[in-house]
């Protein structure tokens, strides 16, 4: 958009999002405090949405790029899983929560693995995204 690639604007927003979603929902499982995981929530839908973008523009830009393909392959391999992983954990928290009458969304523990999960792909991406600069 108006030759202004977008991908480095906003690759820092799921990769700060996805961790501290991560470390939000660690602390209410390890302090006890359930009410750590609505900004654990906020976050992780945030991060999903900046994840899908963030690769969206990356693919674009890899395309344009001349960059060695191997270089970026494997790169976008880590970036589009880390994007899905965010996706699916916020669509599975937004379902479990608005499936809630009482407003209180209960907390899987699969959840935090997941989270760990797509919080390490995020991290790996932005290292190899780092070497392609």
């Known amino acids: 958009m108006f030759d202004i690639p977008l991908h480095p604007f906003l690759v820092h927003f799921p990769i700060t999002l996805g ?13 006890k405090r359930p009410q750590l995981h609505n900004t654990g929530y906020t976050l992780c839908l945030w991060a999903a949405l900046c994840a899908v973008a963030a690769a ?4 674009q830009l890899a395309r344009l790029s001349d960059i ?3 270089a970026i392959t494997g790169h976008a391999l880590f970036g589009i899983s880390a994007a899905i992983l965010f996706a699916a954990i916020a669509l599975l928290r937004y379902s ?7 407003g209180e969304a209960s907390y899987s523990a699969v959840w935090l693995i997941a989270q760990a999960a797509a919080a390490l792909l995020v991290i790996v991406t932005a290292l190899t995204g780092h070497r392609l600069v």
Do not use: E
């Open 19 to 31: 961790i501290f979603a991560f470390l939000y929902d660690a602390w209410a499982v390890y302090a």
């Open 56 to 59: 969206g523009t990356g693919l």
């Open 68 to 70: 060695g393909k191997g």
């Open 96 to 102: 479990s929560r608005a499936r809630q009458l009482d």
